[in-house]
C-alpha cells in the first residue's frame, strides 16, 4: 500500500514555457503533499507543503508565483513551472502523507519523481 | 537552528557491515526516519525511530538516543545494490521532515 504516482516521469521544454507535474495517492487519502527539488549530488530541498483544499505554504526563497501548486483533492496535488528557465532544470521529487493516526502519519511517501529538464 | 549531520561519504566491502552515524538538533522531536535514495530516484523508507533503542530489519537495524541527538543504521551482509545514499530526517515539533545531505555509501566487491 501507500504509493505515490509522478506524471510526466520527465519533460523537457523550451525556456519561457511552463510545465505542469502532477501527483497522485493511489491507495491512500493525502492530507499533505509535499514538493520538493534536488539538484545533482544534493540534499533534497522542501519548496512547499500543501493541505487539500487550502492554499500551499511555500519555503523561504521560493517564488510561489513561478512554482503554482494546487491541492485540489485528496489524491492529487500538481505542481506548475510557469515561465521555465534553464535554472530551474532539476529533479522535482513529490510526498505525501495520509495524517491518520500513528507513525503513517508522518511517514512521507514518495512519488519516483520528474525530471525537468529546460532548453 | 536545526541541523543534520552525517558523513558525505563511506566506502564498505560487500558482505561486510557498515555504520552511519547521524547526529541532529531540531526545535521539537518527533521521532527519526532513514530513508535510502539510490541515483536519480525518489527516497524510500527504511525505518522509524521514536524511542530510545534499537529498531532491527532484516539486514538493516537503527538505532536511536534521543538525549544524545544521536542515531545510527548499521547495515549487515552488504550487497551491492546498497549502494546508495542513506538520509537522516528527523521530525521536528510541527512534524515536518528535516532533511539532511545524506551519506553516500559506495560497496566494492
Keep these: 500500500g501507500a504509493v505515490v504516482s509522478q506524471h510526466p516521469s520527465w519533460v523537457i521544454c523550451k525556456s519561457g514555457t511552463s ?14 503533499m509535499f514538493w520538493y527539488r534536488q539538484f545533482p549530488k544534493q540534499s533534497l530541498m522542501l519548496m512547499a507543503t500543501s493541505n487539500e483544499g487550502s492554499k500551499a505554504t ?3 526563497g521560493v517564488e510561489k508565483d513561478k512554482f503554482l501548486i494546487n491541492h485540489a483533492s485528496l489524491t492529487l496535488s500538481t505542481l506548475t513551472v510557469t515561465s521555465a528557465h534553464p535554472e530551474d532544470s532539476s529533479f522535482y521529487i513529490c510526498s505525501a502523507r495520509s495524517g491518520t493516526s500513528g507513525r503513517l502519519s508522518y511517514e512521507q511517501y514518495f512519488g519516483p519523481g520528474t525530471r525537468l529538464t529546460v532548453t | 537552528g536545526q541541523n543534520i549531520d552525517q558523513p558525505t561519504e563511506m566506502t564498505a566491502t560487500e558482505g561486510a557491515i557498515v555504520q552511519i552515524n547521524c547526529t541532529y538538533q ?3 522531536f518527533n521521532g527519526l ?3 535510502q535514495q539510490h541515483a536519480g530516484e525518489a527516497p524510500t523508507f527504511l525505518s522509524y525511530n521514536v524511542l530510545d533503542g534499537l529498531e532491527e530489519k532484516g539486514r538493516f537495524s537503527s538505532f536511536l538516543s534521543r538525549s544524545k541527538g544521536y542515531s545510527y543504521l548499521l547495515l549487515k551482509e552488504l550487497q551491492m545494490k546498497d549502494s546508495a ?5 528527523p521530525l521536528d515539533s510541527n512534524y515536518q521532515l528535516i532533511w539532511g545531505a545524506g551519506t553516500k555509501l559506495i560497496i566494492k566487491p
Design chain 1, 19 to 32: 510545465v505542469k507535474i502532477e501527483c497522485r495517492s493511489l491507495d491512500f487519502q493525502a492530507t499533505t
Design chain 1, 58 to 60: 511555500y519555503e523561504q
Design chain 2, 26 to 28: 531540531t526545535s521539537g
Design chain 2, 33 to 35: 526516519f532513514w530513508y
Design chain 2, 85 to 89: 545514499s542513506y538520509l537522516c530526517a
